[in-house]
């Protein structure tokens, strides 16, 4: 299989973006690619969903480690930065005894129990952070609304691998990146929101129709060449 390299900072845009490719710095002007937060206090959440470790900091100390799931390579943890906007309690049996509500803009995704406790430590969730119950409590008791929640990784996904091919009705992280290339470029209009619609197919086959590509509103490794965001 093809290996591409992908840019090496996922937290990248805040009106501009840079990639660097082997020593080469490229710069992009556009949207904010994935949603970026200002620190609400003192106490930050780091996730490093290739290790399943959830890192609690406080003034860039480490005072707290958890042991999580995250999501599998099919329905992935979303890569960014975030903030917790909801705390609930007793959402349902699969959600475990508490509730952290993330404010990614494509889905419903948090940190949460499970009663699935096997599945700690493993790639086995739909996307979100699971966590043992007697953890989730203890964190929802630690962490207030406005946590800074940062997910390391690669939102184009695992950089050994092919960048997965992207069309109308995806959404992700990997959605919102071409948005913002898209826009960047004067093809999109629309909210960068990581959710592939109607306005992004037609944004994109006028990209391709440019560029010489085929038409077919599909985001392929040739759509990611020209746009810049592998080699």
């Known amino acids: 299989m093809t290996r591409f390299k992908f840019t090496y900072k996922l937290l990248i845009f805040l009106l501009m973006a840079f990639m660097v490719f082997e020593g080469k710095t490229l710069y ?3 949207d904010s690619s ?6 609400q206090g003192s106490i930050s959440i780091d996730v490093y969903p290739s290790d399943h470790r959830l890192v609690v900091r406080s ?3 480490t005072i707290k480690e958890y042991t999580v799931a995250v999501g599998n390579p099919t329905t992935p943890t979303p890569i960014g930065e ?3 906007v909801y705390k609930g309690k007793n959402w ?3 959600f475990g005894p508490r509730w952290l509500g993330l404010n990614v803009p494509w889905g419903t ?3 949460h129990g499970t009663n699935n406790p096997y599945s700690i430590g493993q790639h086995l969730s739909h996307g979100c952070i699971r966590m043992r119950n007697n953890d989730v409590k203890e964190l929802f008791n630690m962490i207030p609304i406005g946590t800074k929640v940062t997910i390391y990784g690669h939102v184009l996904g695992d950089p050994n691998q092919d960048a997965r091919n992207l069309a109308e009705g995806d959404v992700g992280g990997g959605v919102q990146l071409v948005q913002s290339r898209l826009k960047s470029a004067g093809y999109f209009t629309g909210v960068c929101n990581g959710k592939f619609r109607s306005d992004t197919t037609i944004a994109l086959r006028k990209f391709q129709r440019d560029h010489h590509l085929i038409q077919n509103g599909v985001v392929s490794s040739k759509v990611y060449e020209e746009l810049g965001l592998i080699e």
């Open 34 to 39: 994935l949603p970026i937060v200002a620190d």
């Open 82 to 84: 975030y903030q917790i």
């Open 92 to 94: 349902g049996a699969a």
């Open 59 to 61: 003034k860039d100390q």
């Open 28 to 30: 992009t002007y556009a």
């Open 109 to 111: 995704y948090g940190i």
